[in-house]
């Protein structure tokens, strides 16, 4: 059990450190969180800096255009740039962490070709079509049908929660392609173009009342066979590789962030006298243990996921669990130690605490993350 | 940085779990609680012999010469198989009291938040005190600690075991969580009810993972604190291990119902021991009170 950093490491962070320190403030005013076409080119400006400095698709493969880093250096990646306030991935979120890995994983030479270097360059941006208005939990039980005319697929449905679609080039599209199957085996993977003819954007607007994602209607759009990554009917597996992308990197740099806003809380509490109260005190000293351990346990998944050769496991479960429930805390913590104020949307930590209710919700809820840790971790049979 | 235990590690927890399948099963445990949780000398000179004591004793002291991290690993394997007895003082009492690292003599200390004792009666020493106190019995909630109300005489010199002294006792606390989420996945797995087991329904299954997901948590915690020996981090990992230990035993025994309830099932041993380590080399108040503190010397980039 080894928590020191090799000569190597320690050099890439401060390298990296050196690089955050004199970029950063020659980036241009962050957009309004709103502002979509705003956010796209700003999320794509920080991207392209990343690229042309060498940190794009840090921890992609070679082969795939990136650098082939380990995950202790994607942690020290992750680390570093969320200490040094960086800009978050953004709009950049889903090429990068969702459809770019599987099209690395999955795709052919030439779909490689076609479409990582322009994420990697930020040039591009994909959007998430994976959730449907009915299918919710049981992402299985999608409706979007493709049927199949020469050389192109025929999609009609509708997809929900897609974050970016107003602004985005591409689409990871999950759609069944075999309607008489079993659920989990009729779905194909495709990579659709957001300009072609047929789709409609609606955005959505969220409790915290910003227009955060969309649903996407799709009528008869035509998409190229040649867009489908992995097998006809393969996709379920296909998306399995992807969800576990999603949990095993995606949240990694916000325990950084949560830890500092901690400290923020505290400073704040300090200030305005909240701190003598001690059911508060002892919150956020319980709060500083449990991030102090969420981060260890990235460390933990880090180096198991080292082991086992890069690809993360269940335990990105066990970890989305608690971390998802200890931000929802922190933020009611935070509600506390601004008092009244915590009423006003004014208070950035007032948006975030609305944000963070979809912490639970999002990749997969709680309930859905506790059968996986039930029953694929434990052992415990299926349920019905 | 490699955080996962080294294969040295990996095979010391292996062992030191074998030996105790082999030496404290299940009979044996049920002896101790029969026994009043009196101590079986002959065991606690074995486990000397083992090393469990002199584990962090330089060599040149005849001890064992290793570190923090495999003696969490040790006792996280004692706390699983609810080995009875002052482990934790008699280990720092390692040559610091004759016959402690040997396991020829039992230590233990005024590591309670007030004035009990834990296994006075046993004693042959308490750890910072001279000559060992007299104290009056007292009837305990835990059957394997038996308890003493005694006052100490030299003012109870442990302040500087206290942090060692909550990791290790975190690390027991996490071996006893980590046990309860085995007997409740395994009665979970076997036990049926409306024509399935009980481990196919989602609420019972919910309470497995949450236990299993306080577990690992603590687990990280006390190993990153194992190696660091930053005092945070041990007042984190006292802090979670305690909590998974308590609501473990607890969900464990909501999982096994009615038979939960009763004295035969072992679940209420790990509860009640889990209850007595909670107050032993520091509470959660105190670690919460210790962390916020911390939490204000932090650097902040704004």
């Given at each position: 059990?080894?928590?020191?950093?090799?000569?190597?490491e320690?050099?890439?962070?401060?390298?990296l450190?050196e690089w955050?320190?004199?970029?950063?403030?020659?980036l241009?005013a962050?957009?309004?969180?709103?502002?979509?076409?705003?956010?796209?080119?700003?999320?794509?400006?920080?991207?392209?800096?990343?690229?042309?400095?060498?940190?794009?698709?840090?921890?992609?493969?070679?082969?795939?255009?990136?650098?082939?880093?380990?995950?202790?250096?994607h942690?020290?990646?992750l680390?570093?740039t969320?200490?040094?306030?960086?800009?978050?991935?953004?709009?950049?979120?889903?090429?990068?962490?969702?459809?770019?890995p599987?099209?690395?994983?999955?795709?052919?030479?030439?779909?490689?070709?076609?479409?990582?270097?322009p994420v990697?360059?930020?040039?591009?941006v994909?959007?998430?079509g994976?959730?449907?208005?009915?299918a919710?939990?049981?992402?299985?039980?999608?409706?979007?049908?493709?049927?199949?005319?020469?050389?192109a697929?025929?999609?009609?449905?509708?997809?929900?929660?897609?974050?970016h679609?107003?602004?985005?080039d591409?689409?990871?599209?999950?759609?069944?392609?075999?309607?008489?199957a079993?659920?989990?085996r009729?779905?194909?993977?495709?990579?659709?173009?957001?300009?072609?003819p047929g789709?409609?954007?609606?955005?959505l607007?969220?409790?915290?009342?910003?227009?955060?994602?969309?649903e996407?209607?799709?009528?008869?759009?035509?998409?190229?066979?040649?867009?489908?990554?992995?097998?006809?009917n393969?996709?379920?597996?296909?998306?399995?590789?992807?969800?576990?992308?999603?949990?095993?990197?995606a949240f990694?740099?916000?325990?950084?962030?949560?830890?500092?806003?901690?400290?923020l809380?505290?400073?704040?509490?300090?200030?305005?006298g909240?701190?003598?109260d001690?059911v508060?005190?002892?919150?956020?000293?319980?709060?500083?243990?449990e991030f102090?351990a969420?981060?260890?346990?990235?460390q933990?998944?880090?180096s198991?996921a080292?082991?086992?050769?890069?690809?993360?496991?269940?335990?990105?479960?066990?970890?989305?669990?608690?971390?998802s429930?200890?931000?929802?805390?922190?933020y009611?913590?935070?509600?506390?130690?601004?008092?009244?104020?915590?009423?006003?949307?004014?208070?950035?930590?007032?948006?975030?605490r609305?944000?963070?209710?979809?912490?639970?919700?999002?990749?997969?809820?709680?309930?859905?993350q506790?059968?996986?840790?039930?029953?694929?971790?434990?052992?415990l049979?299926?349920?019905? | 940085?490699?955080?996962?235990?080294?294969?040295?590690?990996?095979?010391?927890?292996?062992?030191?779990?074998?030996?105790?399948?082999?030496?404290?099963?299940?009979?044996a445990?049920?002896?101790?609680?029969?026994?009043?949780?009196?101590?079986?000398?002959?065991?606690?000179?074995?486990?000397?012999?083992?090393?469990?004591?002199?584990?962090?004793?330089?060599?040149?002291r005849?001890?064992?010469?290793l570190?923090?991290?495999?003696?969490?690993?040790?006792?996280?394997e004692?706390?699983?198989?609810?080995?009875?007895g002052?482990?934790?003082?008699?280990?720092?009492?390692?040559?610091?009291?004759?016959?402690?690292?040997?396991?020829?003599?039992?230590?233990?200390a005024?590591?309670?938040?007030?004035p009990?004792?834990?296994?006075?009666?046993d004693a042959?020493?308490?750890?910072?005190?001279d000559?060992?106190?007299?104290?009056?019995?007292?009837?305990s909630a835990?059957?394997?600690?038996?308890?003493?109300?005694?006052?100490?005489?030299?003012?109870?010199?442990?302040?500087?075991?206290?942090?060692?002294?909550?990791?290790?006792?975190?690390?027991?606390?996490?071996?006893?969580?980590?046990?309860?989420?085995?007997?409740?996945?395994?009665?979970?797995?076997?036990r049926e009810q409306?024509?399935?087991?009980?481990g196919?329904?989602?609420?019972?299954k919910?309470?497995?993972?949450?236990m299993?997901?306080?577990?690992?948590?603590?687990?990280?915690a006390?190993?990153?604190?194992?190696v660091?020996?930053?005092?945070?981090?041990?007042?984190?990992?006292?802090?979670?291990?305690?909590?998974?230990?308590?609501?473990?035993?607890r969900?464990?025994?909501q999982?096994?119902?009615g038979m939960?309830?009763?004295w035969?099932?072992?679940?209420?041993?790990?509860?009640?021991?889990?209850?007595?380590?909670?107050r032993?080399?520091?509470?959660?108040?105190?670690?919460?009170?210790?962390?916020a503190?911390?939490?204000?010397?932090?650097?902040?980039?704004?």
């Amino acid at each position: 059990m080894d928590l020191t950093y090799t000569e190597e490491e320690r050099d890439f962070r401060a390298r990296l450190r050196e690089w955050l320190g004199k970029t950063l403030p020659e980036l241009p005013a962050r957009p309004s969180p709103d502002d979509w076409p705003g956010r796209r080119a700003y999320d794509l400006g920080w991207q392209r800096r990343l690229h042309d400095a060498g940190y794009a698709g840090l921890h992609w493969p070679v082969d795939a255009g990136g650098r082939g880093a380990t995950p202790t250096q994607h942690l020290i990646f992750l680390e570093e740039t969320e200490r040094a306030g960086a800009p978050y991935v953004g709009a950049n979120f889903v090429g990068l962490l969702h459809a770019g890995p599987t099209i690395a994983a999955e795709g052919t030479a030439g779909q490689r070709a076609r479409w990582l270097p322009p994420v990697l360059r930020g040039d591009e941006v994909w959007c998430q079509g994976f959730s449907e208005p009915g299918a919710g939990s049981d992402l299985a039980s999608l409706r979007t049908r493709a049927v199949r005319d020469g050389d192109a697929y025929v999609v009609t449905g509708s997809k929900i929660w897609t974050s970016h679609a107003e602004v985005a080039d591409w689409c990871e599209l999950l759609v069944r392609t075999d309607p008489q199957a079993p659920k989990h085996r009729g779905i194909s993977w495709l990579a659709m173009p957001m300009d072609a003819p047929g789709i409609t954007v609606r955005p959505l607007r969220t409790l915290a009342g910003s227009a955060e994602f969309a649903e996407v209607f799709l009528d008869e759009v035509r998409i190229p066979v040649a867009n489908r990554v992995g097998e006809e009917n393969d996709g379920w597996r296909v998306t399995m590789v992807t969800l576990s992308f999603e949990r095993g990197t995606a949240f990694v740099g916000e325990v950084v962030a949560c830890r500092r806003t901690l400290a923020l809380l505290a400073r704040t509490a300090k200030a305005n006298g909240r701190w003598d109260d001690p059911v508060l005190r002892r919150t956020l000293g319980r709060l500083n243990g449990e991030f102090g351990a969420l981060w260890r346990l990235t460390q933990w998944n880090v180096s198991e996921a080292q082991r086992s050769g890069g690809v993360p496991g269940t335990g990105g479960s066990v970890f989305k669990l608690a971390y998802s429930h200890a931000r929802q805390e922190l933020y009611d913590a935070a509600a506390e130690v601004l008092g009244a104020d915590s009423l006003s949307l004014e208070e950035e930590w007032t948006l975030d605490r609305l944000s963070s209710l979809s912490y639970t919700i999002a990749a997969g809820t709680s309930q859905i993350q506790r059968n996986i840790v039930a029953e694929r971790i434990l052992g415990l049979p299926k349920g019905r | 940085m490699d955080f996962q235990p080294t294969q040295d590690q990996r095979d010391l927890r292996a062992g030191v779990r074998d030996l105790l399948a082999g030496r404290y099963g299940r009979e044996a445990l049920r002896a101790s609680v029969d026994a009043g949780g009196a101590l079986d000398r002959d065991l606690w000179r074995e486990l000397g012999g083992a090393g469990l004591f002199a584990l962090r004793l330089p060599e040149e002291r005849g001890g064992v010469g290793l570190g923090l991290p495999e003696a969490v690993l040790v006792f996280e394997e004692a706390g699983r198989a609810l080995l009875p007895g002052p482990l934790v003082a008699t280990h720092l009492a390692a040559g610091a009291v004759p016959g402690a690292a040997e396991g020829t003599a039992v230590v233990t200390a005024f590591d309670l938040d007030g004035p009990l004792v834990a296994h006075l009666g046993d004693a042959d020493a308490v750890l910072g005190e001279d000559p060992l106190p007299a104290g009056t019995p007292v009837r305990s909630a835990d059957p394997l600690t038996p308890l003493w109300r005694a006052e100490p005489a030299g003012g109870a010199q442990v302040d500087a075991y206290r942090e060692e002294g909550a990791l290790l006792t975190a690390a027991l606390q996490v071996g006893s969580a980590l046990r309860t989420v085995e007997l409740a996945v395994r009665y979970a797995g076997e036990r049926e009810q409306f024509g399935q087991p009980i481990g196919a329904f989602q609420a019972v299954k919910h309470l497995c993972a949450d236990m299993l997901v306080r577990a690992e948590v603590a687990r990280t915690a006390v190993y990153a604190a194992a190696v660091t020996a930053d005092g945070a981090e041990v007042a984190a990992a006292k802090l979670l291990a305690d909590e998974a230990a308590l609501r473990g035993a607890r969900d464990c025994l909501q999982v096994h119902g009615g038979m939960g309830f009763t004295w035969e099932a072992d679940v209420h041993l790990h509860l009640k021991r889990a209850w007595v380590r909670a107050r032993q080399w520091g509470t959660a108040a105190r670690a919460e009170e210790f962390l916020a503190e911390r939490l204000l010397e932090e650097a902040v980039v704004p």
